[in-house]
């Protein structure tokens, strides 16, 4: 079983208003991503991270910012979210070895009205 | 083109029918290949795991790579209406950052 954990799994909220979901994980992996997927898409790297202090941008452009001020925990903001906001959002982590599989969370499904 | 196709689905099966779900590539310098299962509402988790060519088997479920086809199957005997769930494929290059390239998932439903 997989120790990461995503809050909240559903959030509906309005146009314009800043929000943050949270991913932590208790396995001490050093890797962290976040994808974006929408029904039947692919999953779209947004943010990964190799460690504390260390974030780069994925392959989708996106509108939010990401921090890991702790090895643990590596959430996700949005300044102001917007309909096109509107999906899931998968936090993902991997051990330190070559190629190691990734761990996924269950997922954060956001609506924007 | 994407780097990796995958029919969406979704594909309808009887109980204990054999299962073919394949994905293409077009970048060669795929050296990985995975399959994840995906259940609702839950995040993918690692089924299947390859490197480079050729066949690996688990249980039910057997991977194969056939690179000089970019082609990649999963094949799943005596299928389950447990086993309902979108598969996806993905595959990273050796190298570099390993982050894996997914396809967009194959929806699954295994009927009783």
């Known amino acids: 079983e997989a120790d990461i954990y995503q809050t909240p799994r559903y959030l509906v909220i309005g146009t314009g208003k800043k929000i943050t979901l949270e991913c932590s994980q208790t396995?001490?992996?050093?890797?962290m991503y976040w994808y974006q997927q929408d029904p039947g898409m692919e999953l779209h790297l947004i943010h990964y991270?190799?460690?504390?202090?260390?974030?780069e941008k994925g392959d989708l452009s996106s509108e939010s910012t990401v921090s890991r001020i702790r090895t643990e925990h590596f959430p996700l903001t949005l300044e102001s979210a917007r309909p096109s906001h509107t999906s899931q959002y998968l936090c993902?982590?991997?051990?330190?070895?070559?190629?190691?599989?990734?761990?996924f969370g269950s997922g954060t499904q956001l609506s924007v009205l | 083109q994407k780097e990796v196709e995958q029919d969406p689905g979704p594909l309808s099966v009887p109980e204990g029918a054999i299962v073919s779900l394949n994905c293409t590539y077009s970048?060669?310098?795929?050296?990985?290949f995975m399959w994840y299962r995906q259940y609702s509402r839950k995040g993918p988790e690692l089924l299947m795991y390859?490197?480079?060519?050729g066949n690996k088997e688990d249980g039910r479920f057997t991977a194969q790579v056939d690179k000089s086809s970019k082609y990649i199957s999963l094949f799943i005997r005596d299928s389950q209406p447990s086993d309902s769930a979108t598969y996806l494929c993905?595959?990273?290059?050796?190298?570099?950052?390993?982050?894996?390239?997914f396809g967009r998932g194959t929806s699954l439903i295994v009927h009783p």
């Open positions: 993902a982590s991997r051990g330190p070895l070559t190629n190691e599989k990734l761990f």
């Open positions: 396995m001490g992996h050093d890797k």
């Open positions: 991270s190799y460690g504390v202090n260390s974030t």
């Open positions: 970048n060669s310098a795929f050296q990985y």
């Open positions: 390859t490197y480079s060519s």
């Open positions: 993905a595959m990273s290059p050796s190298g570099g950052s390993y982050i894996p390239t």
